[in-house]
């Protein structure tokens, strides 16, 4: 398959995906049935993610959109992360962040100290797919779906020059 310039194939399958996505949300559900979550979704690229595994949740919880974007390279991670943030409403309350992907970490590590300034009771983070090897921030990550090596990814809610997001199927660059 072509997405503008490059080349892709198929890497992780859409009934893979379900699967891992059931396998966190009954992690998460253990964990936040008796607490007052709020979700705390990162656009864009976990808003697939993210409608399929707060369907699978089991507790009342509130849901709040956050956006950042780390400019630079269309298939790297510049490490200059913006963050559209807006007044949220955490305070005193347990946060779970849900995320795509966890690269070099510089996102979240910025996610979560912009949050923590509103004064949450804890902060977890949750994401689809993890880069490990690519870590240049430590970042504890407490419920991760899937660990790839690093290999640029499309589909699910990922883009290459924002297009790709529709997906069902998650693809990686050939060429
Ligand atoms: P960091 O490096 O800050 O990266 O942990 C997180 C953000 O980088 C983007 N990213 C990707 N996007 N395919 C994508 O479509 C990838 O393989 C990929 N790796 C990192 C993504 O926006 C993520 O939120
Ligand atoms: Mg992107």
Do not use: C, W
């Not at 992780?12 to 936040?32: M, P, V, W």
């Not at 959109?65 to 992360?81: C, M, P, Q, W």
Request: charge should be negative.
């Amino acid at each position: 398959m072509q997405i503008h310039d490059k080349n892709f194939e198929i890497f992780i399958t859409a009934d893979e995906i379900q699967s891992t996505i059931k396998k966190l949300a009954g992690l998460i559900n253990l964990d936040y049935s008796d607490k007052e979550l709020v979700l705390v979704i990162i656009l864009k690229g976990a808003f697939i993610f993210a409608a399929d595994l707060v369907r699978s949740l089991n507790f009342q919880s509130q849901i709040e959109l956050l956006s950042a974007k780390s400019y630079g390279k269309e298939i790297t991670s510049s490490g200059n992360v913006e963050i559209s943030l807006p007044n949220l409403n955490i305070k005193g309350k347990h946060v779970l962040i849900i995320e795509d992907i966890v690269d070099t970490g510089l996102t979240l590590s910025s996610v979560k100290s912009a949050l923590n300034k509103f004064g949450p009771l804890s902060i977890e983070i949750t994401t689809l797919i993890s880069k490990p090897a690519m870590r240049k921030i430590e970042i504890d990550v407490k419920y991760i779906g899937i660990e790839i090596p690093p290999v640029f990814i499309v589909g699910f809610g990922l883009d290459y020059a924002e297009h790709g997001r529709n997906l069902p199927d998650i693809y990686a660059i050939t060429s």
